[in-house]
């Protein structure tokens, strides 16, 4: 069985930064993709960013290209979150998958088969 592990969350104020780790531990593990997912209260999950091992590709939400980075270490993906915003607030989760997925799912909840217990993450104004 794989293990996530996620760390980092936190207060801060706006304009400010974080940076959350994932790290996967459990049996060997090979990674095809890892992501960031976030679940304001009352709406759905929905995703941040991601990236596939194999090339190091990264993917991003519209509402954080430009501020956010994900990058990985050994069997750690991260999140660096740059200036952020009071509607960045969320509760973070990461997400792996050992399956190929094509880009066009890269962005999907289904695509990823294990997943973090979530990190709290409370931009202030």
């Known amino acids: 069985q794989v293990q996530l592990v996620e760390s980092g969350g936190g207060l801060v104020q706006a304009g400010g930064s974080l940076r959350l780790s994932c790290a996967a531990s459990?049996?060997?593990?090979?990674?095809?993709?890892m992501g960031w997912f976030r679940r304001v209260p009352g709406k759905e999950r929905e995703f941040v960013a991601a990236?596939?091992?194999?090339?190091?590709s990264t993917y991003y939400a519209d509402s954080v290209k430009g501020r956010f980075t994900i990058d990985s270490g050994k069997n750690t993906v991260y999140l660096q979150m740059n200036s952020l915003k009071p509607e960045d607030t969320a509760v973070y989760y990461c997400?792996?998958?050992?399956?190929?997925?094509?880009?066009?799912?890269?962005?999907?909840?289904?695509?990823?088969?294990?997943w973090g217990q979530g990190t709290q993450v409370t931009v202030s104004s």
């Open positions: 990236i596939r091992w194999s090339g190091g």
């Open positions: 459990g049996r060997t593990f090979g990674a095809f993709a």
């Open positions: 997400a792996a998958t050992e399956k190929f997925a094509p880009i066009v799912s890269i962005r999907m909840m289904w695509t990823y088969d294990y």
